[in-house]
């Protein structure tokens, strides 16, 4: 690689949400280790009603060589499709309130190690999940989840962090009801009488959850499992092992891989794709394997959960 080429590989797009929930913590830290690194960073502030993917088309014919990302799964969420379209590669800085993309992907939740992370790990492709045309890297769910993306605003992240998943949860667990929804995949469709539909391309969400205990957003496959329970007070017993990733293991939880699915409900409901609610049913999921790149390491650590 010759000079110019090598010093466009170090010029990156810089995107922060410093509104994020801990978007003032160690950032100007973080970004001085990048530039202690060699990269230069040119620093885009989004317009009101703007996003991620908005910046990142904006400035791509202007010689870039990455994007670096510095927020919550929202944000990362809302770069997905602009990703997808520039083939640029990603950094993560860690700001929001669950992480659960840098989680999946062993990068540290402290936004300096994981700025560390992109000055010295060369980026590696992942994949993503889409449905119904909107792409996300962790887990898009109908049901119970979409609801508590719904109830979950932002005043209860900024106040509680990870515990405001939980409060939110309590109060919606005793009003939720199962739904009859029609799930299609391999050549096959069933019925299920479900409180929640969930399709999985990383392996972690909704700030502590496990889609599946060995997933990861590299192995080319959707993780699905259905929650049929009777009553909502058995989800409380199930929750242990929704946190593991092992919530297939109980008779009365569907669980299969796919690399495709349709979902179909009686109504349209909301679909949460990584926290946002951008999408109703009927639901046609699909994979797409190795659409973008991340420096990130080269595979999850032993023991992470």
Same mark, same amino acid.
């Given at each position: 690689?010759?000079?110019?080429?090598?010093?466009?590989?170090?010029?990156?797009?810089?995107?922060?949400?410093?509104?994020?929930?801990?978007?003032?913590?160690?950032?100007?830290?973080?970004?001085?280790?990048?530039?202690?690194?060699?990269?230069? +960073?040119?620093?885009?502030?989004?317009?009101?009603?703007?996003?991620?993917?908005?910046?990142?088309?904006?400035?791509?014919?202007?010689?870039?060589?990455?994007?670096?990302?510095?927020?919550?799964?929202?944000?990362?969420?809302?770069?997905?499709?602009?990703?997808?379209?520039?083939?640029?590669?990603?950094?993560? +800085?860690?700001?929001?309130?669950?992480?659960?993309?840098?989680?999946?992907?062993?990068?540290?939740?402290?936004?300096?190690?994981?700025?560390?992370?992109?000055?010295?790990?060369?980026?590696?492709?992942?994949?993503?999940?889409?449905?119904?045309?909107?792409?996300?890297?962790?887990?898009?769910?109908?049901?119970?989840?979409?609801?508590?993306?719904?109830? +979950?605003?932002?005043?209860?992240?900024?106040?509680?962090?990870?515990?405001?998943?939980?409060?939110?949860?309590?109060?919606?667990?005793?009003?939720?009801?199962?739904?009859?929804?029609?799930?299609?995949?391999?050549?096959?469709?069933?019925?299920?009488?479900?409180?929640?539909?969930?399709?999985?391309?990383?392996?972690?969400?909704?700030?502590?959850?496990?889609?599946?205990?060995?997933?990861?957003?590299?192995?080319?496959?959707?993780?699905?499992?259905?929650?049929?329970?009777?009553?909502?007070?058995?989800?409380?017993?199930?929750?242990?092992?929704?946190?593991?990733?092992?919530?297939?293991?109980?008779?009365?939880?569907?669980?299969?891989?796919?690399?495709?699915?349709?979902?179909?409900?009686?109504?349209?409901?909301?679909?949460?794709?990584?926290?946002?609610?951008?999408?109703?049913?009927?639901?046609?999921?699909?994979?797409?394997?190795?659409?973008?790149?991340?420096?990130?390491?080269?595979?999850?650590?032993?023991?992470?959960?």
């Amino acid at each position: 690689m010759d000079a110019q080429a090598t010093a466009g590989a170090r010029r990156a797009l810089l995107i922060v949400n410093r509104n994020a929930r801990n978007g003032g913590a160690a950032i100007e830290e973080a970004l001085e280790v990048l530039r202690e690194a060699g990269w230069t +960073l040119h620093e885009a502030s989004c317009a009101p009603g703007g996003n991620a993917a908005d910046l990142i088309r904006a400035h791509a014919g202007q010689g870039f060589g990455a994007v670096i990302l510095g927020g919550g799964d929202g944000t990362l969420n809302g770069a997905a499709p602009a990703l997808i379209e520039t083939g640029l590669p990603f950094g993560v +800085l860690p700001l929001g309130t669950a992480n659960d993309l840098a989680r999946s992907l062993g990068i540290p939740p402290d936004p300096v190690e994981a700025a560390r992370i992109i000055a010295s790990m060369p980026p590696r492709p992942i994949d993503l999940g889409e449905v119904n045309g909107i792409p996300f890297f962790n887990v898009a769910s109908i049901g119970f989840s979409a609801e508590l993306a719904r109830d +979950l605003g932002k005043e209860v992240k900024a106040r509680w962090g990870k515990l405001g998943y939980a409060i939110a949860a309590f109060r919606l667990l005793r009003r939720s009801r199962p739904f009859t929804a029609w799930i299609g995949h391999d050549g096959i469709e069933e019925r299920a009488r479900t409180i929640q539909v969930s399709v999985g391309n990383g392996r972690h969400y909704g700030g502590g959850m496990t889609v599946a205990s060995e997933a990861r957003p590299d192995d080319g496959r959707l993780d699905v499992y259905s929650l049929e329970l009777d009553h909502w007070w058995r989800l409380l017993a199930l929750l242990p092992y929704l946190r593991r990733g092992t919530q297939g293991q109980w008779r009365d939880v569907r669980a299969f891989q796919t690399t495709g699915c349709e979902v179909r409900t009686r109504r349209p409901m909301p679909i949460n794709t990584d926290g946002e609610l951008k999408a109703m049913t009927p639901a046609r999921f699909r994979l797409l394997p190795k659409v973008v790149r991340v420096f990130a390491p080269p595979h999850l650590p032993e023991g992470t959960s």
